[in-house]
């Protein structure tokens, strides 16, 4: 890989983004995915490397301003809403905490009949369950404003073509 000669050790998050983008603005390998209709219409030339501090300072190199599709990005922020409500023996009576070493979208369940974590699609199933609420909107509600919580300095925008 071209980075593997590079020391980033001794750079700061402005010159890290920096030089991380230009090391490999150049990769081009890989595929764009077409099994879900909005990822097939990304230009896959499109490339943004991003840090923020916990303080909302924010480096950026490359193409961060163009809104895309965070797909399975977006299950550690429903996760982390969920334990923002709901006691963690609770949440793990209902999905797992260990890696399945299976592929994300692998139905797998434990030996406790539970899906190895909140991170495949299994577990995110069961995640999306105990969001807050009462009802289906409600709940849908609360996940949609979950990476927003997390990411306060962007607003996102949820679109019934993605999450549907």
Do not use: W
Not at 24 to 45: Q, R, S, W
Not at 81 to 99: F, K, M, Y
Not at 113 to 138: K, Q
């Amino acid at each position: 890989m071209a980075g593997d000669k590079h020391d980033h050790g001794k750079l700061d998050e402005a010159e890290l983004v920096t030089h991380l983008h230009e090391t490999f603005a150049d990769e081009h390998g890989g595929e764009v995915a077409t099994y879900i209709p909005e990822l097939a219409k990304v230009d896959p030339n499109l490339f943004g490397i991003a840090i923020t501090r916990l303080d909302g300072t924010q480096f950026t190199a490359g193409d961060c301003s163009t809104q895309v599709t965070i797909q399975s990005v977006s299950k550690p922020f429903a996760f982390a809403n969920v334990l923002e409500h709901i006691p963690s023996d609770e949440i793990t009576a209902r999905v797992g905490i260990e890696p399945s070493g299976d592929p994300f979208n692998e139905i797998s369940l434990d030996a406790q009949n539970r899906p190895h974590n909140p991170l495949i699609n299994a577990g995110a199933i069961a995640v999306s369950s105990l969001a807050p609420g009462n009802s289906h909107e409600t709940k849908l509600a609360g996940r949609s404003r979950a990476p927003e919580s997390c990411c306060p300095a962007e607003p996102m925008n949820v679109t019934s073509t993605v999450r549907m």
